[in-house]
Protein backbone atom coordinates (compact mmCIF):
# COMPACT_ATOMS: atom_id res chain seq x y z
CA UNK A 1 0.00 0.00 0.00
CA UNK A 2 1.35 3.39 -1.12
CA UNK A 3 -0.20 6.55 -0.18
CA UNK A 4 0.92 9.69 -1.49
CA UNK A 5 1.08 13.14 -1.00
CA UNK A 6 1.13 15.60 -3.41
CA UNK A 7 0.21 19.51 -3.89
CA UNK A 8 2.34 21.14 -1.22
CA UNK A 9 4.85 24.19 -2.10
CA UNK A 10 5.75 27.97 -1.64
CA UNK A 11 3.06 30.15 -0.84
CA UNK A 12 2.36 34.00 0.72
CA UNK A 13 0.73 34.44 4.06
CA UNK A 14 -2.85 34.55 3.24
CA UNK A 15 -2.76 32.73 0.21
CA UNK A 16 -4.25 28.86 -0.36
CA UNK A 17 -3.19 25.43 -1.12
CA UNK A 18 -4.72 22.19 -1.78
CA UNK A 19 -2.95 18.85 -0.15
CA UNK A 20 -4.01 15.66 -1.68
CA UNK A 21 -3.42 12.07 -0.87
CA UNK A 22 -3.59 9.63 -3.05
CA UNK A 23 -3.71 5.51 -1.69
CA UNK A 24 -2.89 2.97 -3.81
CA UNK A 25 -2.08 -1.33 -3.65
CA UNK A 26 -4.22 -3.88 -2.20
CA UNK A 27 -5.79 -1.96 0.86
CA UNK A 28 -9.36 -3.49 0.48
CA UNK A 29 -11.83 -0.88 0.64
CA UNK A 30 -10.77 2.44 1.12
CA UNK A 31 -14.10 3.59 2.17
CA UNK A 32 -13.64 1.89 5.43
CA UNK A 33 -10.40 3.61 6.59
CA UNK A 34 -9.90 6.50 8.36
CA UNK A 35 -8.21 9.28 7.12
CA UNK A 36 -5.53 12.08 8.96
CA UNK A 37 -3.20 14.85 8.24
CA UNK A 38 -0.53 15.50 10.51
CA UNK A 39 2.63 18.43 10.35
CA UNK A 40 5.37 18.48 11.72
CA UNK A 41 7.52 21.63 11.80
CA UNK A 42 11.45 21.99 12.76
CA UNK A 43 11.47 21.14 16.43
CA UNK A 44 7.83 20.67 16.93
CA UNK A 45 6.10 17.32 17.57
CA UNK A 46 3.76 16.14 15.31
CA UNK A 47 0.16 17.36 15.29
CA UNK A 48 -2.21 15.99 13.98
CA UNK A 49 -4.33 18.52 11.82
CA UNK A 50 -7.73 17.39 10.77
CA UNK A 51 -9.26 14.21 10.54
CA UNK A 52 -12.22 12.58 8.69
CA UNK A 53 -13.63 8.90 9.69
CA UNK A 54 -14.84 6.48 7.61
CA UNK A 55 -18.40 7.32 8.60
CA UNK A 56 -17.49 11.19 7.56
CA UNK A 57 -16.56 12.59 11.02
CA UNK A 58 -14.24 15.60 10.31
CA UNK A 59 -12.49 17.22 13.64
CA UNK A 60 -9.71 19.75 13.67
CA UNK A 61 -7.48 21.08 15.28
CA UNK A 62 -8.19 24.72 16.69
CA UNK A 63 -5.56 26.45 15.46
CA UNK A 64 -6.99 25.18 11.91
CA UNK A 65 -10.58 25.43 12.40
CA UNK A 66 -12.28 28.01 9.82
CA UNK A 67 -9.31 28.07 7.62
CA UNK A 68 -9.05 24.28 6.50
CA UNK A 69 -11.40 21.44 5.20
CA UNK A 70 -10.95 18.29 4.92
CA UNK A 71 -12.41 15.90 2.47
CA UNK A 72 -12.37 12.20 1.19
CA UNK A 73 -13.38 10.97 -2.33
CA UNK A 74 -14.08 7.30 -1.65
CA UNK A 75 -14.36 6.15 -5.82
CA UNK A 76 -10.77 8.12 -5.95
CA UNK A 77 -8.76 6.34 -3.09
CA UNK A 78 -8.10 10.21 -2.22
CA UNK A 79 -8.02 12.93 0.45
CA UNK A 80 -7.70 16.27 0.10
CA UNK A 81 -6.99 19.34 2.77
CA UNK A 82 -8.15 22.32 1.16
CA UNK A 83 -5.92 25.34 3.27
CA UNK A 84 -6.57 29.06 3.11
CA UNK A 85 -5.74 32.33 4.68
CA UNK A 86 -2.38 30.30 5.35
CA UNK A 87 -0.18 31.74 8.08
CA UNK A 88 3.64 31.65 8.62
CA UNK A 89 3.11 29.03 11.45
CA UNK A 90 1.67 26.76 8.98
CA UNK A 91 4.93 26.19 7.70
CA UNK A 92 5.65 22.27 8.54
CA UNK A 93 6.02 18.75 6.44
CA UNK A 94 2.34 17.56 6.31
CA UNK A 95 1.68 13.70 6.21
CA UNK A 96 -1.64 11.85 5.74
CA UNK A 97 -2.53 8.41 7.81
CA UNK A 98 -5.02 6.50 6.34
CA UNK A 99 -5.68 3.91 9.68
CA UNK A 100 -7.90 0.89 10.39
CA UNK A 101 -8.56 -0.98 13.61
CA UNK A 102 -5.71 -3.26 12.68
CA UNK A 103 -3.48 -1.35 9.80
CA UNK A 104 -1.91 2.04 9.56
CA UNK A 105 -0.16 3.41 6.29
CA UNK A 106 1.73 7.05 6.19
CA UNK A 107 2.39 9.05 3.24
CA UNK A 108 6.34 10.32 2.44
CA UNK A 109 4.77 13.45 3.57
CA UNK A 110 5.04 17.03 1.86
CA UNK A 111 6.36 20.60 2.18
CA UNK A 112 4.30 23.96 3.00
CA UNK A 113 5.92 26.84 3.24
CA UNK A 114 4.04 29.75 4.27
CA UNK A 115 6.64 32.87 3.72
CA UNK A 116 6.37 36.22 1.66
Known amino acids: VQLVESGGGLVQPGGSLRLSCAAS??????????MTWYRQAPGNQRELVAS???????SYVDSVKGRFTISRDNAKNTVYLQMNSLRSEDTAVYSC?????????WGQGTQVTVSS
Open 97 to 105: RLFSATRAY
Open 52 to 58: VTAGGTI
Open 25 to 34: GTIGSFSTYH
